[in-house]
T-cell receptor, first 114, second 111 residues
């Protein structure tokens, strides 16, 4: 089975630009998570979906961040406008309900905002 | 909120040595997982272990939920074990999806 697939793997953008990160979860998984990793704050949960519905977005830092899941095989995390402090690695992860709570991470999207 | 502390913060081992990593958490949990982040940044789930003991090859983990800690044992370490080890927990009684990650233990295994 293919794992969680994220794109782009690396992105460098200028402050003020819109950034869209994409994720394809593992087929059959009911839950999708977006995490952010920085040196200062470690790994933080931003938002998660269950059956394409956002359940908890309390970790989304501010209104510049938004996430959608239009169908079971695709999700986006958008930052508009981007700022240098958004530079981080953004991970998407998924798991199957009843799957022993094992969560599978993608390889991450490395974002640099200059 | 719940605090998740890992020790030691970093560790250097010679290949073949054994090590124990510790995770302390401040509240009751119903989910505890150990992850390995390799030097390329990939996060791999090692164990789902809210209580008890599990073993997988050279790795094993024990969680004593009543005393709020978990241990990860690495035996006969190899250079491929290098990376950061995270424990992550979810509060008992809460949603089983809001994993809170510890600060990690950075492990370097030297040949």
């Amino acid at each position: 089975d293919a794992g969680v697939i994220q794109s782009p793997r690396h992105e460098v953008t200028e402050m003020g630009q819109e950034v869209t990160l994409r994720c394809k979860p593992i087929s059959g998984h009911d839950y999708l998570f977006w995490y952010r990793q920085t040196m200062m704050r470690g790994l933080e949960l931003l938002i998660y979906f269950n059956n394409n519905v956002p359940i908890d977005d309390s970790g989304m830092p501010e209104d510049r961040f938004s996430a959608k899941m239009p169908n079971a095989s695709f999700s986006t995390l958008k930052i508009q406008p981007s700022e240098p402090r958004d530079s981080a690695v953004y991970f998407c992860a998924s798991r199957r309900q009843g799957g022993g709570n094992t969560i599978y991470f993608g390889e991450g999207s490395w974002l640099t905002v200059v | 909120g719940i605090q998740v502390e890992q020790s030691p913060p970093d560790l250097i081992l010679q290949e073949g040595a054994n090590s124990t990593l510790r995770c302390n958490f401040s509240d009751s949990v119903n989910n505890l997982q150990w992850f390995h982040q390799n030097p390329w940044g990939q996060l791999i789930n090692l164990f789902y272990i809210p209580s008890g003991t599990k073993q997988n090859g050279r790795l094993s983990a024990t969680t004593v939920a009543t005393e709020r800690y978990s241990l990860l044992y690495i035996s006969s370490s190899q250079t491929t074990d290098s990376g950061v080890y995270f424990c992550a927990v979810d509060l008992a009684g809460g949603a089983t999806n809001k994993l809170i990650f510890g600060t990690g233990t950075l492990l370097a295994v030297q040949p």
